[in-house]
């Protein structure tokens, strides 16, 4: 959300810049574009598509939730095998006590 804000934000500076008629802005605008044509010919990616953030956060959003709902499955299925695992162990103590009163 704040990587959305921030790309909105800086269509706006230059959609600023490009309305403006004075000197300094065109100068501006001008060495934006530059930055990025250097940027771009380094091979860097371009992190300025609003609509591409938006859905690279999403996506990172709904990953998260299925993390989550995975761990949760994980940890619910492991205190069920423990509630399960003792109450075997109680049972088969139980039968041990009955087994070892009947030899009496």
Same mark, same amino acid.
């Given at each position: 959300?704040?990587?959305?804000?921030?790309?909105?934000?800086?269509?706006?500076?230059?959609?600023?810049?490009?309305?403006?008629?004075?000197?300094?802005?065109?100068?501006?605008?001008?060495?934006?574009?530059?930055?990025?044509?250097?940027?771009? !010919?380094?091979? *860097? #990616?371009? /992190?300025?598509?609003?609509?591409? +953030?938006? @859905?690279? %956060?999403?996506? $990172?959003? &709904?990953? =998260?939730?299925?993390?989550?709902?995975?761990?949760?499955?994980?940890?619910?299925?492991?205190?069920? !095998?423990?509630? *399960? #695992?003792? /109450?075997?162990?109680?049972?088969? +103590?139980? @039968?041990? %006590?009955?087994? $070892?009163? &009947?030899? =009496?």
């Amino acid at each position: 959300a704040v990587v959305s804000t921030q790309s909105t934000g800086k269509k706006k500076e230059v959609t600023a810049l490009q309305k403006s008629t004075d000197e300094k802005s065109a100068d501006k605008l001008q060495d934006k574009a530059w930055q990025k044509a250097i940027s771009m !010919a380094k091979g *860097e #990616k371009q /992190k300025d598509n609003p609509d591409l +953030i938006v @859905k690279t %956060i999403k996506r $990172k959003e &709904q990953a =998260k939730k299925k993390s989550k709902k995975e761990w949760n499955e994980r940890t619910g299925g492991q205190k069920k !095998a423990q509630k *399960e #695992k003792q /109450k075997k162990r109680q049972a088969n +103590i139980e @039968k041990r %006590i009955q087994g $070892k009163k &009947q030899k =009496k």
